[in-house]
């Protein structure tokens, strides 16, 4: 049982790059040179105590007097050990068998994925704020809007373009992975990806140590961009959005429109300045 303070890294990969911790009083995989957090156990309940985390059967996030935050819902066996990898990915090994990890957080993304890591149709990503999501479809992958209400409409669609691959019914879902060559791409298979957005520093042939830390994440503002290391700081080469009206957020004092799934109707998000208040209606 490691009782957490901020700053106090408790695991650090073999590179110093990455370490696990306490950020915000939630248990964190951050990037040590930026101080950006990559990964980020969820937790829904407000606390203002510091944790404490243990690796006993399971791995526990709890806070005296109010309990468990959270935990992985997987059971260990003696022997088991938790290690954090140089490329920011958390696992729990079986020492028998280290090359099929028993949990990982690559697994349960928050609101960042980084080069190489697999985002499937049973993962999301959703903003720090909590108010949009990314989620994977059949041929596709879409952003989301959550207001409060009963429905999260999609404001932004990217469908597979299939020019490499074609998508095969009951070959499996597609997944989509940020290439550490800057892409993001969508496969079904490992033979060749259907579909590629590429980044602006897509085959950029960088200097030094080969191709730099990538990571795309949902920002708070509802747009979806990609970022590289320089060694100093995080330059951005990719967004979804460009165009800033198009982003769930407000635009001017009047109406913002968004495209919908099937690129036929829209939704309007209306801000009304006297009020501050926002009234939606769906077309």
Known sequence: MVPLKTHLPILSDPTQTFALGLARLALAVRHLPSSIDLWRAPTDTAHSIYPTLSFNGSLVLSVPHLGLLWSIPTSFASGDRVLLLNDSNLQIQNTQDSNFPIWESFDSPSVTLVASQNFTANQSLVSGSGRFSMRVGADSFGLFADFGGDTRPMYYTHKA????????????????????????????????????????????????????????????????????????????????????????????????????????????VKLAAEERRRRWRVM
């Open 161 to 268: 373009m299939e020019i490499k691959a074609q998508i095969v019914s009951g070959a499996g879902p597609v997944y989509l992975r940020v290439s550490p060559h800057g892409f993001l791409g969508m496969y079904q298979s490992e033979a060749a990806p259907v579909d590629v957005l590429n980044f602006d520093t897509f085959n950029h042939n960088f200097s030094g140590d080969g191709e730099p830390l990538r990571r795309l994440t949902l920002e708070d503002d509802g747009n979806l961009r990609g970022y590289y290391y320089n060694g100093s700081t995080w330059v951005g080469d990719f967004q979804a959005i460009s165009d800033t009206c198009q982003l769930p957020s407000a635009c001017g004092p009047e109406v913002i429109e968004v495209g919908d799934e099937r690129k036929v109707g829209y939704f309007k």
